[in-house]
């Protein structure tokens, strides 16, 4: 018997039997595996799911053959990185920057959405971000159940993910909020809070959960008015429901296999729990939403628009007597705000995280970034506050975090395209509905592009420099490019640059003797994003 009809009578079997459980569940409830062991044989639940996800995976992982002709990574390798704990940099000096070497900088390979092309080339990455309309996002939430966890959080839809017309109405809806003035002085003042806390912190610290919490304060408070206090009361009930959520949207199985998130969520009573604590995050955004709207009705327009947060003008925007689009909805509210919150919140503390590395790594880098504030912000012994005026003069410190961006850049890749018609990358045949994604940590240490791309040079980016070289068809894209580039890519710079100089002022940075990061950053394994593996930092007091 061919392996083909074998895997088709178990996938009728499994079928029949997940139909059975399907039945069983509307009144099953909550129970947990304990009091499910006493009404389920729980050996023929194993049996069928893992028989209906073998004939799954033996379907999906078949390489397609309309992409021939594109160079690709077999999908088992892709998925054994994924299994061994390999990170998205290990892959992309491993997998794909070799193998992108070899072609026109197309390699296919087997992701949480199937196969898919990743682009690393920046003439290929240039293709794809000037046509939008061809490349279109591919709203890859919508492609996922809405019982999901990351659907319940994130919603189908969003900027990022929109396109054509409701695209172009929520982008006018944005950009007032992100081209005005930068809230400077919400960055100072909660950066104050940062010092303060690692004052209070003895030895080596751990600073990605400290820069985690303090990027929560800043987003809660300038996107919502919302103080979660995270810097200062680390175990707070909303520090602690957020990080429960956030910490398992992308959970290595529930997102490859988002079937035991939904149907068979029943059986996993931890993943339960993160979906209760994800209702009360919820019901918080919607209750903020409807108390922002009710007391910007009393204030009439009393607030000027530079104190307001990012939610007010939100909501206000479109209901003005030149706009000519329609205002967000409640639910389209809390879509953004969500976006918002969850893009700028892990993503700018994994950036300042990784930028504190290398320069405690690269101690004359540090002597001269400290140089530089120092000069902006005196060397007297107290801390001292940046304004918007020398935030533009830190030019060394933006060449720095630049750099830092290069190595570890907020996102993996971007997020998905679909060509919406037979088309060509680099001479390339892209038959239509075909996976796309620029892969943002290959193009930056692609050797092709960057003369050793595993030293840490701010002085890339200098005028003329290296960066400059490359135009027009650039390789440095840490929030995306073309006209879908991160809108808030301003607003993290900015918060960046106000903690790094504070920071630089009052502290000397070392890595610690013994660490695992003493040769290089060592990266966690996420899917989406590059966070320091527990990286810790001395912080030496200058007064």
């Not at 604590?277 to 009393?298: A, C, G, M, S, W």
């Not at 005028?463 to 490019?481: H, L, T």
């Amino acid at each position: 018997m061919s392996s083909n009809s074998v895997l088709s009578k178990a996938e009728t079997f499994a079928s029949s039997t997940l139909s059975q459980l399907l039945e069983y569940q509307k009144y099953a409830g909550n129970l947990s595996i304990v009091e499910l062991k006493k009404h389920v044989k729980l050996g023929h639940v194993a049996v069928a799911v893992a028989l209906l996800v073998a004939s799954s995976i033996y379907k999906s992982l078949s390489y397609p053959k309309k992409l021939a002709h594109i160079a690709h990574v077999p999908a088992r390798k892709n998925i054994r990185s994924f299994i061994k704990g390999e990170t998205n940099v290990d892959r992309a000096k491993q997998l794909f920057i070799p193998l992108c070497l070899e072609t026109k900088g197309l390699v296919a390979k087997y992701a949480q959405f199937g196969w898919e092309v990743a682009v690393i080339s920046p003439e290929s990455a240039r293709t794809v971000f000037r046509n939008p309309d061809i490349f279109q996002k591919t709203e890859s939430l919508s492609l996922l159940d809405p019982q999901t966890l990351s659907i319940r959080f994130l919603g189908s839809t969003n900027l990022a993910l929109a396109n054509g017309e409701d695209w172009k109405r929520r982008r006018k809806i944005a950009n007032p909020a992100f081209h005005r003035s930068m809230p400077v002085k919400a960055f100072v003042d909660l950066t104050g809070t940062l010092l303060q806390q690692i004052d209070t912190m003895k030895g080596p610290i751990d600073v990605q959960p400290l820069l985690q919490r303090f990027t929560l304060d800043v987003i809660g408070r300038v996107g919502f008015g919302f103080e979660f206090n995270a810097t200062r009361a680390p175990d707070g009930d909303w520090v602690h429901t957020y990080n429960e959520v956030s910490d398992n949207l992308l959970q290595f199985p529930y997102i490859f296999f988002p079937i035991l998130d939904t149907r068979f969520r029943f059986l996993f009573p931890r993943r339960m729990e993160k979906h209760a604590k994800l209702t009360v995050l919820n019901n918080l955004f919607n209750t903020v939403i409807r108390n922002k709207r009710e007391n910007l009705q009393k204030l009439n327009g009393e607030i000027e628009d530079s104190e307001k947060d990012l939610l007010s003008l939100l909501i206000e925007s479109g209901r003005g007597e030149n706009d000519n689009y329609e205002p967000l909805t409640d639910e389209e509210l809390r879509s953004e705000l969500v976006l918002f919150f969850f893009a700028g919140h892990d993503t700018t503390a994994n950036s300042l995280a990784s930028t504190l590395y290398f320069l405690a790594a690269n101690t004359a880098i540090q002597d001269k970034a400290r140089q530089e504030t120092l000069e902006l912000l005196g060397d007297e012994p107290h801390d001292a506050s940046p304004n918007n005026e020398q935030l533009k003069n830190m030019h060394y410190l933006t060449r720095v975090i630049k750099e830092s961006a290069r190595m570890s850049p907020p996102a993996s890749a971007t997020i998905h395209r679909r060509a919406a018609q037979d088309t060509e990358i680099s001479g390339l045949f892209i038959p239509k509905e075909t996976l796309i994604v620029v892969d943002i940590i290959a193009n930056h240490y692609n050797p092709a592009y960057w003369k050793n791309p595993n030293v840490f040079d701010p002085d890339r980016f200098l005028e003329g420099g290296e960066a400059d070289q490359q135009s027009p068809f650039s390789s440095y894209m840490p929030f995306g490019g073309g006209v879908r580039q991160c809108i808030g890519m301003n607003f993290s710079l900015a918060e960046q640059r106000v903690a790094l100089s504070a920071i630089l002022k009052k502290y000397e940075l070392s890595i610690p003797e013994g660490s695992i990061h003493k040769d290089s950053l060592q990266f966690g394994n996420h899917l989406f994003t590059l966070a320091p593996k527990d990286l810790a930092i001395n912080f030496t007091k200058r007064y």
